[in-house]
């Protein structure tokens, strides 16, 4: 009876084992097929910084998982061992640990951290966001102002405007100059084009970035920045040069003028806001709303001299 009785105790871990291998299993095929043909978009880069993120996210996740799968399989491998109805299993508290072992449990960990650590350090300099993206093309400079609750876009070299849309060509570097009016720090994101970059009041953070293929990318603020944070959201539309150059044209010939009460009136919180297009008033308009938090037009000269 006793036999009978420790033959199924201990066939309990096994099972226990298969139970959560089949689970996790299961758990991974569910997760397969909600993803099959969805646009995750950081699964997804459509830019030249994106690409390079996902590649350093596929490499160091597989650094973490060389040091991952092994560990569980050895912790409960171990607790399969030495359990409590394994009477085969020699279980000495009193051995000591040789130093071949002592060294592997140090050394493996720090040769990973050295690996892993020296392909960040190498890809944080590589794509910071501050540094000029190599091309063929001419960079395209947008003045970004982050406001309650909507994206104000500028195209300082078309002296045009836009609310919570923003057209880029392709395969050309653009450079974002990030900044806010009376809201709180506001993180600018285009998921499908790389990582994401904080707009503050009384600086001008510059974000690079390159579309790669045409298409129409959701952007958003990624941080709680006050009530109308979660319809906070823009459109980032990719396409060729030759129908940038119309779209610009387009928006010189039609739309209506952006002056400074109107901008008074656009600094007002409102939620969701609708798409919209302006001609520009006054060209200087993202220069004055640094200005408007430094007293000087110091910040701002001295972001375009170091870059």
């Given at each position: 009876m006793m036999k009978h009785e420790n033959k199924v105790r201990g066939s309990k871990p096994v099972s226990r084992m298969v139970y959560a291998l089949t689970f996790l299993s299961l758990l991974a095929l569910t997760i397969a097929v909600l993803l099959k043909d969805a646009d995750v978009a950081l699964l997804n880069p459509k830019g030249l910084i994106a690409l390079e993120?996902?590649?350093?996210?596929?490499?160091?996740?597989?650094?973490?998982?060389?040091?991952?799968?092994?560990t569980l399989f050895l912790f409960y491998y171990m607790a399969w061992k030495y359990r409590e109805t394994n009477d085969k299993a020699i279980y000495d508290p009193h051995?000591?640990?040789?130093?071949?072992?002592?060294?592997?449990?140090?050394?493996?960990?720090?040769?990973?951290?050295?690996?892993?650590g020296g392909i960040?350090?190498?890809?944080?300099?590589?794509?910071?966001?501050?540094k000029a993206i190599a091309a063929n093309a001419k960079p395209i400079t947008v003045q970004?102002?982050?406001?309650?609750?909507?994206?104000?876009?500028?195209?300082?070299?078309?002296?045009?405007?836009?609310?919570?849309?923003?057209?880029?060509?392709?395969?050309?570097?653009?450079?974002?100059?990030?900044?806010?009016?009376?809201?709180?720090?506001?993180?600018?994101?285009?998921p499908h084009l790389g990582g994401q970059l904080y707009a503050m009041t009384?600086?001008?953070?510059?974000?690079?970035?390159?579309?790669?293929?045409?298409?129409?990318?959701?952007?958003s603020s990624a941080?709680?920045?006050?009530?109308?944070?979660?319809?906070?959201?823009?459109?980032?539309?990719?396409?060729?040069n030759e129908v940038y150059k119309s779209w610009v044209s387009d928006v010189q010939l039609n739309s209506t003028m952006l002056t400074a009460d109107g901008y008074k009136e656009m600094l007002k919180p409102s939620e969701n806001n609708n798409v919209a297009f302006y001609n520009l008033a006054d060209s200087k308009l993202h220069d004055k709303v640094v200005m408007k938090y430094t007293g000087s037009h110091e910040v701002h000269t001295r972001s375009h001299k170091e870059h």
């Amino acid at each position: 009876m006793m036999k009978h009785e420790n033959k199924v105790r201990g066939s309990k871990p096994v099972s226990r084992m298969v139970y959560a291998l089949t689970f996790l299993s299961l758990l991974a095929l569910t997760i397969a097929v909600l993803l099959k043909d969805a646009d995750v978009a950081l699964l997804n880069p459509k830019g030249l910084i994106a690409l390079e993120q996902y590649k350093l996210f596929l490499i160091s996740s597989f650094i973490l998982l060389l040091i991952a799968v092994p560990t569980l399989f050895l912790f409960y491998y171990m607790a399969w061992k030495y359990r409590e109805t394994n009477d085969k299993a020699i279980y000495d508290p009193h051995v000591r640990q040789g130093k071949g072992l002592t060294l592997s449990i140090w050394a493996i960990p720090i040769v990973f951290m050295v690996v892993l650590g020296g392909i960040m350090w190498s890809a944080t300099h590589r794509l910071e966001p501050q540094k000029a993206i190599a091309a063929n093309a001419k960079p395209i400079t947008v003045q970004v102002v982050a406001l309650r609750w909507k994206w104000l876009f500028i195209y300082p070299e078309h002296n045009i405007a836009t609310v919570n849309f923003v057209q880029i060509p392709t395969d050309t570097p653009i450079r974002f100059e990030l900044t806010a009016d009376e809201v709180s720090m506001s993180s600018f994101w285009i998921p499908h084009l790389g990582g994401q970059l904080y707009a503050m009041t009384g600086h001008v953070n510059p974000l690079n970035l390159m579309a790669e293929k045409p298409g129409d990318y959701p952007g958003s603020s990624a941080e709680l920045n006050g009530h109308g944070f979660a319809g906070m959201k823009f459109i980032a539309r990719a396409s060729s040069n030759e129908v940038y150059k119309s779209w610009v044209s387009d928006v010189q010939l039609n739309s209506t003028m952006l002056t400074a009460d109107g901008y008074k009136e656009m600094l007002k919180p409102s939620e969701n806001n609708n798409v919209a297009f302006y001609n520009l008033a006054d060209s200087k308009l993202h220069d004055k709303v640094v200005m408007k938090y430094t007293g000087s037009h110091e910040v701002h000269t001295r972001s375009h001299k170091e870059h």
